[in-house]
């Protein structure tokens, strides 16, 4: 069966980066939309980004100019580069993936990673 795996997450000071990357196996990766969403402890999972099959991305107003989503077909992976990080994206993070069309809705996907958590502290 498909499945995701995060990996990368950390706990940085604010202005820091992190990447993190998500393995992809079951399926080739560029046979899919992927994902990016965040949830906050107490809150509802907030979309953060996503890219499309032929590479188009799509980012939430509040990370963009500060992400940036990519992905390697070869390698089977899903990236997101995290740049001037604040202590408002503290979150877990998860990747998702759909063999259809891309949105910001979580519904939209079938697949999901097991999540890596990000901590930035002031």
């Known amino acids: 069966q498909v499945q995701l795996v995060e990996s990368g997450g950390g706990s940085v000071q604010a202005g820091g980066s992190l990447r993190l990357s998500c393995a992809v196996s079951g399926y080739s990766s560029s046979n899919y939309c992927a994902a990016w969403f965040r949830q906050a402890p107490g809150k509802q999972r907030e979309w953060v980004s996503y890219i499309s099959r032929d590479g188009y991305t799509s980012h939430a107003a509040s990370v963009r100019g500060r992400f940036t989503t990519s992905r390697d077909n070869a390698k089977n992976s899903l990236y997101l580069q995290m740049d001037t990080l604040k202590p408002e994206d503290t979150a877990m993070y998860y990747c998702?993936?759909?063999?259809?069309?891309?949105?910001?809705?979580?519904?939209?996907?079938?697949?999901w990673g097991q999540g890596t958590q990000v901590t930035v502290s002031s």
């Open positions: 998702a993936a759909s063999r259809w069309g891309c949105s910001s809705g979580s519904s939209t996907y079938t697949y």
